[in-house]
T-cell receptor, first 116, second 115 residues
Framework: EAQVTQNPRYLITVTGKKLTVTCSQN?????MSWYRQDPGLGLRQIYY???????DKGDVPEGYKVSRKEKRNFPLILESPSPNQTSLYFC???????????????FGPGTRLTVL | AQKVTQAQTEISVVEKEDVTLDCVYE???????LFWYKQPPSGELVFLIR??????QNEISGRYSWNFQKSTSSFNFTITASQVVDSAVYFC????????????FGTGTRLTVIP
């Protein structure tokens, strides 16, 4: 089954404790991205990756890191989480690196993160 | 400037009523894509439709229909004979060629269908 998976689905942590949210897709998609969803703000892009070893900032990259060492995986790293990073996070992928605008983005199930 | 505006924050309808969710977008590009996603209470994002800027033909899929009008920069979504399972947050999104490869989302409309 074609899908985007994220782990963990729920996470409660404390300020400053490094964490990683994993994202994996099995569709051989070139493009992957991370969004955060906050009430009243919709979804905002954090980082995206056009292909392996190619990543770039989205609208709200501060406090986050990503890496793309393999095509299927695109982990989101919070080196020192803070309460304002409490949010619902979505990973997404689409087929083409020529512009995710040419292909529909498929979203993972979401990770609800709470930073105390 | 906000690229996608969903002015309706919350809508409630009684089951079997028709409901239209509004989406107004802003872009300077001639080539762009518009999307609708559904987010049910379980939280996942479900893709509903993608429409490119060169195709103004309206689309119907079962009880769902979409009205794309470039003249008013709108891409409205209508649910006919609403059902309780339609209760969700619906997001309109725009993809254009400015900036990063970024899908700009509206703030969403929460639809509640009352049995």
């Amino acid at each position: 089954e074609a899908q985007v998976t994220q782990n963990p689905r729920y996470l409660i942590t404390v300020t400053g404790k490094k964490l990683t949210v994993t994202c994996s897709q099995n569709m051989n998609h070139e493009y992957m991205s991370w969004y955060r969803q906050d009430p009243g703000l919709g979804l905002r892009q954090i980082y995206y990756s056009m292909n392996v070893e190619v990543t770039d900032k989205g609208d709200v990259p501060e406090g986050y890191k990503v890496s793309r060492k393999e095509k299927r995986n695109f982990p989101l790293i919070l080196e020192s989480p803070s309460p304002n990073q409490t949010s619902l996070y979505f990973c997404a992928s689409s087929r083409s690196s020529g512009g995710a605008w040419t292909d529909t983005q498929y979203f993972g199930p979401g990770t609800r993160l709470t930073v105390l | 400037a906000q690229k996608v505006t969903q002015a309706q924050t919350e809508i409630s309808v009684v089951e079997k009523e028709d409901v239209t969710l509004d989406c107004v977008y802003e872009t300077r590009d001639t080539t762009y894509y518009l999307f609708w996603y559904k987010q049910p209470p379980s939280g996942e994002l479900v893709f509903l439709i993608r429409r490119n800027s060169f195709d103004e033909q309206n689309e119907i899929s079962g009880r769902y229909s979409w009205n794309f009008q470039k003249s008013t920069s709108s891409f409205n979504f209508t649910i006919t004979a609403s059902q309780v399972v339609d209760s969700a947050v619906y997001f309109c999104a725009l993809y254009d060629q400015t900036g990063a490869n970024n899908l700009f989302f509206g703030t969403g409309t929460r639809l509640t269908v009352i049995p």
